[in-house]
């Protein structure tokens, strides 16, 4: 039950991390999953591809991310994502929501007398 | 419910050259294909992303001591089932063929409307037009509607689930670096050539008209005008599949008709997405941006770009002259 919570407020996270995985460099699909197992370490199980995809997508419709093909090396085209302004104006905010929140379970919760 | 196979004219059959020899990965790109909307080069962006990670997955496994065949199957497994990426896909491509159903639809019946008001007595016959604006609104509402129904489905469908994106260019290696080249497909000069005859008959037809000639004489001085513009506009406007961009480390230019323009690199600060409505009546078939770029006394220049999917690397164009702007406009905020 625990388990299924954290992944609930994972996956509401998560358009944060990818955008902020996309703020280093532009990426493709299995390298931006890549990355972000690297970053979450034990909790990587949360960035599904059927997670991923459709949330790289929905980005694409909002302009927070733009999308381009270029030569693979598999024979087909690499597809790419790359953050756009609004995006890094979005990321931005979001952090700074996130940053509130944490600061609230710090002086709540977790504050020890 | 199968009504998504009706979108897959002319092909239904799975695109065999992106077979990958792996059983496991076949089978699911296979099955996922079934699922998706489109002609094969729609489903095809789909398909190509999912190969990718499919082969980039079962890789990754391979290096972790697994056989090629657990290592497709596990590929597999990870990426989930194949109807959650096609709902998507179908998803995605439905909101594009409403948005684009109503753009086309409501502006080609506006269009239409316009010039059914201005010429009223050879839209509706003597008689009727002598009845005044307000008895002739039913039909008028009804010309609309057809005009709207029937041009928006056939454009938004066409736009949604039959355009095929041409395929990305590898970049030309030159003595001063990496050149990105922008150009159009051949299919797209022939289309070209096909508006230029089309087009440019019907706008010369017009401008007959308005000096009393040929069957356009009855249709009158101002439908004339605008039939003549819309049609000098499409038939001139095929003419962007002649046009070539390039950009290197550092310059971007333009060689088109009208000539040749090179931009330094650095000085580009934006590139602005024009309006729908700009786009549909601009000289020039895709869409239109304006790149802003600052000369080196701090003046700001606008240089129009139309870009369309039929050309080679037009996405990636895009992407990095947005990219190269954000550079520009952080550089300048940290400053």
């Known amino acids: 039950m625990a388990r299924n919570e954290s992944e609930q407020i994972y996956k509401g996270l998560l358009d944060t991390l990818v955008l902020n995985v996309l703020l280093v460099a532009p990426n493709y699909g299995f390298g931006i999953k890549e990355s972000l197992r690297e970053q979450l370490g034990d909790d990587a199980e949360v960035v599904k591809e059927a997670t991923l995809y459709p949330l790289l997508h929905r980005l694409e419709r909002k302009e927070l991310v733009l999308s381009y093909r270029q030569p693979g090396d598999r024979g087909t085209p690499r597809k790419y994502y790359n953050i756009t302004r609004s995006g890094h104006l979005y990321l931005k905010q979001q952090i700074e929501a996130w940053r509130q929140v944490s600061a609230l379970l710090d002086r709540t919760i977790f504050k020890k007398d | ?335």
């Open chain 2, 1 to 335: 419910m199968n009504f998504h196979r009706l979108t897959r004219f002319p092909k239904h059959a799975y695109p065999t050259d992106l077979d990958t020899g792996n059983a496991a990965i076949d089978q699911y790109l296979r099955n996922l294909d079934t699922r998706l909307v489109g002609s094969t080069g729609v489903r095809k962006i789909t398909l190509e992303e999912t190969r990718d990670h499919l082969l980039e997955s079962s890789e990754l496994y391979l290096q972790q001591g697994e056989s090629p065949e657990a290592a497709g199957q596990q590929a597999v497994a990870s990426f989930g089932d194949a109807e959650v990426h096609a709902q998507e896909q179908r998803q995605g491509r439905y909101k594009v063929f409403g948005t684009m159903f109503l753009r086309f639809g409501l502006t080609f019946a506006t269009l239409m409307l316009l010039m059914s008001l201005l010429s009223m007595p050879s839209f509706l016959g003597e008689e009727k037009a002598a009845r005044g604006l307000i008895e002739n609104v039913p039909t008028l509402a009804k010309t609309y509607l057809f005009n709207a129904i029937f041009f928006g489905f056939f454009m938004s469908y066409w736009y949604t689930f039959a355009f095929t994106q041409a395929k990305p260019a590898p970049v030309k290696p030159t003595d001063d670096g990496e050149v990105l080249e922008v150009y159009s497909q051949k299919s797209s000069k022939f289309a070209a050539v096909f508006l230029l005859i089309a087009m440019g008959f019907i706008s010369l037809s017009c401008l007959a008209g308005l000096f009393g000639w040929g069957y356009m004489a009855p249709s009158g001085v101002a439908l004339n005008i605008i039939l003549f513009l819309l049609g000098a506009q499409m038939a001139i406007g095929g003419f962007i599949a002649w046009d070539r961009y390039e950009l290197s480390q550092e310059a971007f230019t333009i060689r088109s008709f009208t000539g040749n323009h090179t931009v330094p690199r650095a000085s580009i600060v934006d590139l602005q997405e024009k309006s729908f409505l700009k786009s549909f009546l601009g000289l020039g078939i895709g869409k239109h941006y304006a790149l802003i770029w600052q000369d080196e006394a701090g003046q700001r220049h606008a240089i129009n770009l139309v870009l369309n999917g039929e050309m080679h690397n037009s996405d990636s164009l895009i992407a990095t002259l947005k990219a190269t702007a954000d550079d520009s406009a952080t550089v300048a905020s940290d400053n």
